[in-house]
């Protein structure tokens, strides 16, 4: 079992940049692939970007790419995600997953989640 706690959401302006942390319980955090997804209001579940169990993958999708960065500390137990240039597009509650091996942007397969935090993006 793993369980993930969100932080770091908050309100900012266009082209201003926030990190999120996810902080994770349980001795085996290294071995997860981690990833981040977000949903605004009315919306699907959004990939945003993942990361393998070493941190020597990432993966991200080309509206954040250049942008959004993805990275994990085995020994906090924590992956982050530093966002810069935000857009007020990018408006979401962004919630971390975990799952043993990377399931690439299908939010439906990931064994476990945060309960997210709130990005506001205002322009």
């Known amino acids: 079992q793993v369980q993930l706690v969100e932080s770091g959401g908050g309100l900012v302006q266009a082209g201003g940049s926030l990190r999120l942390s996810c902080a994770a319980s349980?001795?085996?955090?290294?071995?997860?692939?981690m990833a981040w997804f977000r949903e605004a209001p009315g919306k699907e579940r959004e990939f945003v970007a993942a990361?393998?169990?070493?941190?020597?993958?990432?993966y991200a999708p080309d509206s954040v790419k250049g942008r959004f960065t993805i990275s994990r500390d085995n020994a906090k137990n924590t992956v982050y995600l530093q966002m810069n240039s935000l857009k007020p597009e990018d408006t979401a509650v962004y919630y971390c997953?975990?799952?043993?091996?990377?399931?690439?942007?299908?939010?439906?397969?990931?064994?476990?989640w945060g309960q997210g935090t709130q990005v506001t993006c205002s322009s």
């Open positions: 997953a975990a799952d043993r091996y990377y399931r690439g942007s299908n939010y439906r397969i990931y064994s476990y």
């Open positions: 349980g001795r085996t955090f290294s071995s997860y692939a």
């Open positions: 990361i393998n169990w070493s941190g020597g993958s990432t």
